[in-house]
């Protein structure tokens, strides 16, 4: 049996070191609001200085401690076993969505969704009392408890954003490729004459229990060849195209890059063009023009229908 890639460390520790920092921040936001909201319109800057002093100062302490939390986690390269799939794009969102969920302790991800909350709870923290010094008595007297709770949410909201952005030793053998930049080209490719199928190629590894999914990539198979002929997107990791290119693997040679283009962006007719190219390069070397005859002829209709100079 292959021993597990990873050395999880009880993290328990550390989780409640970030509730005290955050429980005794909050207690430091109510003491502050109770003494520096009492002459909030005679000294605004006074207030507004003190309670964005409170939250950066929670900046390093958070950081720190979620560094040493997510970094205790070891590494030891395994045995993977590696095998190619082909699977559609709703099988690779489904997929990803696990693969977040079950990792997230070794994989490095911005989480746009807590920086626009965080964005927004501190503003918020700091004026909010504005609106309330002409309300109700209750609601001024309730302002510093509305603080210091904004205050702690605010620190559980960045502890979880620095945790899941933090790398470790073992996040570059675990990468992340978001499914969202994937729709587009999977979409574009569908459109083209001449293809079958399209969706996402990827190298899935196992080992010890634990998988790891390498390089993913748009796909599409060339119909009536789709076992010797696919085009493929290869992206940045920051999921940009940075080429597509069309392969032909022939019975008993290697594969052969038929097309290799770096368009700037993708559409139906450049992929149509790399399908056409890809269509005479098999028929050249097997010479079944009359297999392939009605795709090449619809490719080709396609062409010279949306053409640029037509």
């Not at 559409?267 to 890809?278: D, E, F, G, N, W």
Request: hydrophobic fraction near 45%.
């Amino acid at each position: 049996m292959t021993e597990a890639p990873l050395e999880l460390k009880s993290q328990l520790y550390s989780q409640g070191v970030i509730f005290i920092v955050v429980i005794a921040w909050g207690f430091m936001g109510f003491e502050i609001a109770q003494y520096r909201l009492v002459n909030l319109y005679e000294s605004p800057i006074e207030w507004i200085s003190w309670a964005t002093f409170l939250f950066i100062s929670m900046f390093p302490v958070l950081i720190g401690i979620t560094w040493k939390m997510k970094t205790s986690i070891s590494y030891s390269e395994p045995t993977w076993d590696f095998r190619e799939r082909e699977i559609t794009i709703a099988e690779y969102e489904t997929m990803m969505k696990q693969y977040r969920g079950a990792y997230q302790h070794v994989l490095s991800i911005i989480d746009y969704s807590m920086i626009i909350l965080a964005a927004l709870l501190i503003p918020t923290a700091i004026f909010f009392p504005f609106a309330l010094m002409r309300t109700s008595f209750y609601l001024i007297a309730a302002t510093p408890v509305i603080f210091g709770l904004l205050v702690m949410i605010f620190g559980i909201v960045f502890a979880n954003f620095t945790y899941k952005y933090i790398p470790n030793e073992a996040t570059p053998y675990f990468p992340f490729i978001s499914p969202t930049p994937f729709h587009n080209f999977v979409g574009l490719m569908e459109q083209a004459p001449g293809i079958s199928w399209a969706g996402v190629h990827a190298t899935l590894g196992e080992a010890g229990g634990y998988f790891t999914v390498r390089e993913p990539k748009p796909v599409a198979r060339i119909e009536d060849i789709e076992s010797v002929a696919r085009v493929e997107c290869q992206l940045s990791d920051s999921g940009n195209l940075i080429r597509i290119v069309s392969v032909l693997q022939l019975e008993g040679s290697e594969e052969l890059v038929v097309a290799d283009e770096s368009p700037s962006k993708l559409t139906p007719y450049l992929v149509a063009q790399i399908v056409r190219k890809t269509l005479l390069a098999y028929i050249e070397a097997r010479g079944e023009k009359e297999l392939l005859k009605e795709v090449l002829e619809d490719v080709e209709n396609h062409l010279k229908r949306f053409s640029p100079t037509s």
